[in-house]
């Protein structure tokens, strides 16, 4: 019994970082969508500004627009969770409850951007790894003002 606890030990210890590489490889397009859409909820949702936002978060520059989430980064993950030990793969979602979004609109200098503040509802595309890897949809439920 000990022979094969010293045995499997050595192995298992090889393994491990075996399976954090392939949690996180699964992962990548999650740890992507946070870095360029999550607002932390450690700042008040006023102080965020379109432009320092996407300067710094490198927000992709081919489209018009772009939408950042303000809420705890549990809320996101959570929205693919089907049930306690599975994931939706591959599908859109609704969200069952409105985000405060911030959505930057290119101006029309091209040089800055718009803000609007909202309550919305937001569609999801969960992906193949269960994971939020895109916003499909937005409905707006209410703006707010700044």
Not at 37 to 50: I, K, N, V
Not at 56 to 62: G, M, V
């Amino acid at each position: 019994m000990s022979s094969s606890l010293k045995t499997l030990g050595p192995l298992l210890v090889l393994l491990f970082p075996l399976c954090g590489l392939l949690a996180d490889s699964q992962n990548l397009s999650w740890r992507e969508f946070m870095k360029q859409h999550h607002l932390s909820t450690s700042w008040e949702f006023g102080d965020y500004r379109c432009n320092n936002l996407m300067r710094e978060r490198e927000a992709p520059k081919d489209k018009n627009y772009h939408i950042f989430i303000y809420t705890l980064w549990h809320q996101i993950e959570h929205i693919c969770i089907r049930n306690w030990r599975d994931r939706y793969r591959n599908v859109y979602i609704w969200a069952p409850y409105p985000f405060k979004i911030l959505k930057c609109d290119l101006a029309n200098n091209k040089k800055s951007y718009k803000e609007q503040r909202s309550y919305s509802y937001i569609e999801f595309h969960c992906g193949m790894s269960g994971f939020v890897d895109s916003i499909e949809d937005i409905r707006l439920l209410e703006g707010i003002s700044s």
